[in-house]
């Protein structure tokens, strides 16, 4: 789409230490059924999939599920080209692998989408001087395709969600406090660590919440997260 490209760097790497076989990719079939992936290769697919859409999906849709299908299906190659992928196209989680696979499609969208419109639109200005903005498309991106996604985030549907999301972000009680590793990927470790046993949820949900350091050691991020713990409403 003529944006910038995000290079998958380490991830060829990995593949071309290993005399370009294809990676193995798990998925949480077991635990929580979450199809959220896993193992010692869960970043890199996460990655190339973000990288993959930031490379060839435009981002003048509101949702994943409103973009044309004849974008979608480009992101495949690239990641049968990577992982082996037919472990999971065969048997009883095949349909959990699919929602599992939208699901992270439509978030990886939704923060490469928001993050390419707050660096080249709102911090540019965009909201400011909408016109202005409109002759100057980021990196190689061409004028057309620039003023398809001004339209789209200047127009009264865009506008309207935006604010209904900020309002519901504002009403959101805490925070993930897991950084870049999913709850999934963190249960996955433990259990693949020799334990045998997934976490308990409660337990951990603490162990996310509470600080591990300093004056604070063992006190609650917030209130919020602890009335949850104590309510044990998983």
Same mark, same amino acid.
Request: aromatic fraction near 12%; hydrophobic fraction near 25%; glycine fraction near 6%.
């Given at each position: 789409?003529? *944006? ?5 760097? !380490?991830?060829e790497?990995?593949? %071309?230490? +290993? =005399? ?31 990288n ?31 992982f ?13 692998f699919?929602e ?9 969208? *939704? ?5 390419f !419109?707050?660096?080249?639109?709102? %911090?540019? +200005? =965009?909201?400011?001087h909408?016109?202005?903005?409109r ?5 190689n ?5 620039w003023?398809e996604?001004?339209n789209?985030?200047t ?7 935006s ?22 990927q963190?249960?996955h ?11 308990d949820?409660?337990?951990?949900f ?21 009335a ?7």
């Amino acid at each position: 789409m003529g *944006r910038k490209k995000d290079h998958d760097a !380490k991830l060829e790497k990995k593949f %071309d230490d +290993g =005399g370009k076989q294809k990676l193995s990719i798990d998925f949480d079939y077991r635990d929580r059924r979450t199809a959220k992936p896993v193992g010692d290769n869960s970043g890199d697919f996460t990655r190339l999939i973000a990288n993959e859409i930031q490379r060839s999906v435009p981002f003048h849709y509101e949702t994943w599920d409103d973009v044309d299908d004849k974008y979608k299906t480009t992101l495949w190659p690239r990641i049968h080209t990577f992982f082996n992928m037919k472990p999971h196209l065969l048997g009883q989680n095949v349909k959990l692998f699919e929602e599992g696979m939208q699901a992270q499609f439509r978030s990886a969208y *939704r923060n490469r989408n928001n993050k390419f !419109k707050k660096e080249h639109f709102v %911090d540019m +200005g =965009g909201y400011d001087h909408p016109e202005e903005i409109r002759n100057f498309p980021p990196g190689n991106m061409s004028l057309s395709d620039w003023h398809e996604f001004c339209n789209h985030v200047t127009s009264n549907k865009h506008m309207k969600r935006s604010q209904a999301n900020k309002a519901n972000r504002g009403k959101q009680l805490y925070t993930s406090n897991h950084g870049s590793k999913s709850y999934a990927q963190s249960r996955h470790e433990e259990w693949a660590n020799g334990k045998g046993a997934y976490p308990d949820l409660i337990k951990q949900f603490k162990n996310k919440h509470v600080y591990k350091k300093g004056d604070k050691a063992g006190q609650w991020k917030s209130e919020a997260a602890e009335a949850k713990y104590l309510s044990h409403s998983f």
